[in-house]
T-cell receptor, first 114, second 114 residues
Framework: DTGVSQNPRHKITKRGQNVTFRCDPISEHNRLYWYRQTLGQGPEFLTY????????KSRLLSDRFSAERPKGSFSTLEIQRTEQGDSAMYLC????????????FGPGTRLLVL | AQTVTQSQPEMSVQEAETVTLSCTYD???????LFWYKQPPSRQMILVIR????KQQNATENRFSVNFQKAAKSFSLKISDSQLGDTAMYFC???????????WGAGTKLIIKP
């Protein structure tokens, strides 16, 4: 069994470039979540999918951010026109489609915008 | 809005000692879920223990137990017989009954000394 996987693990980009991250959830998990964690802080919720439907979006998710889960399996998070303030760890989690099931996290993608 | 507060930025204890990490939260909901997650250095977020607010009995998982005080909105984590592998950031998190996003505290850095 594999847990939640995320790729790439690290990404360095220049300001203004677009980046895309991928998350593969645990295979039987219908729910998928994205969080952002800056250094020394707890994670902040970005968005959540149930199957392919994006059901919740945080106000943190500006117009430059877009997330998709086209077939209800893996998900991608794209950041357009990156800014230095986007530098953070981007965490993905998944859970079963039962009420309030525990969220299981991947290792994260660390983004550095120069 | 719900908030989670962890007032201890860092704690340090000797191996085999018992340590208690504090967490308080604010919510107007009557039913909710509380979690402690552990994030070892450069490793992924791992669930330590969870508590449903409607359950009066405090949750326990081996050496880990919680003291859940609903009226005081307090949710502390006790680690007994601490081990070197317990060294990590510990995050307290809240999930309301009306959505699926986790609200996180800022974390407590726990160092277990040999």
């Amino acid at each position: 069994d594999t847990g939640v996987s995320q790729n790439p693990r690290h990404k360095i980009t220049k300001r203004g470039q677009n980046v895309t991250f991928r998350c593969d959830p645990i295979s039987e998990h219908n729910r998928l979540y994205w969080y952002r964690q800056t250094l020394g802080q707890g994670p902040e919720f970005l968005t959540y999918f149930q199957n392919e439907a994006q059901l919740e979006k945080s106000r943190l998710l500006s117009d430059r951010f877009s997330a998709e889960r086209p077939k209800g399996s893996f998900s991608t998070l794209e950041i357009q026109r990156t800014e230095q303030g986007d530098s953070a760890m981007y965490l993905c989690a998944s859970s079963l489609e039962l009420a309030k099931e525990t969220q299981y996290f991947g290792p994260g993608t660390r983004l550095l915008v120069l | 809005a719900q908030t989670v507060t962890q007032s201890q930025p860092e704690m340090s204890v000797q191996e085999a000692e018992t340590v208690t990490l504090s967490c308080t939260y604010d919510t107007s909901e009557n039913n909710y879920y509380l979690f402690w997650y552990k994030q070892p250095p450069s490793r992924q977020m791992i669930l330590v223990i969870r508590q449903e607010a409607y359950k009066q009995q405090n949750a326990t998982e081996n050496r880990f137990s919680v003291n859940f005080q609903k009226a005081a909105k307090s949710f502390s984590l006790k680690i007994s017989d601490s081990q070197l592998g317990d060294t990590a950031m510990y995050f307290c998190a809240f999930m309301g009954d009306s959505n699926y996003q986790l609200i996180w505290g800022a974390g407590t850095k726990l160092i277990i000394k040999p």
